[in-house]
């Protein structure tokens, strides 16, 4: 079986809820059930000090999405949140001019 990454709710909690709360007043009930067993895969690794952004599933860099894909854009009391969603999963978390978000040790 594939080694898989950490549950997001694990290991940053506070933006779970959070994200959560904003799909839902978005009007996006699955996604905010669906964004509680999100898992990361990677981190964005683009170097920026602005950027928390997260992979959520498997993607190779610099290619587009196509069919399917749409962006959710949240609206946070500080910073952006947009979601990369294709077929109605979360693939990509963008998490931008937000305060350093502290992560949680997570014992696998």
């Known amino acids: 079986m594939e080694d898989e990454g950490p549950l997001l709710r694990e290991v940053y909690p506070d933006l779970v809820d959070e994200l959560a709360r904003l799909l839902e007043d978005e009007g996006e009930r699955y996604l905010s059930i669906a964004v509680r067993d999100l898992r990361i895969v990677a981190e964005c690794g683009c170097a920026d000090d602005f950027c928390q952004s997260v992979r959520t599933a498997p993607h190779p860099p610099g290619e587009p999405y196509g069919p399917g894909h749409r962006n959710v854009m949240l609206d946070p ?25 502290a992560r949680r040790d997570v014992s696998r």
């Open 77 to 101: 009391d500080e910073g952006m949140l947009v979601l990369d969603v294709l077929n109605e999963r979360i693939v990509y978390v963008e998490i931008l001019f937000r305060p350093p978000m």
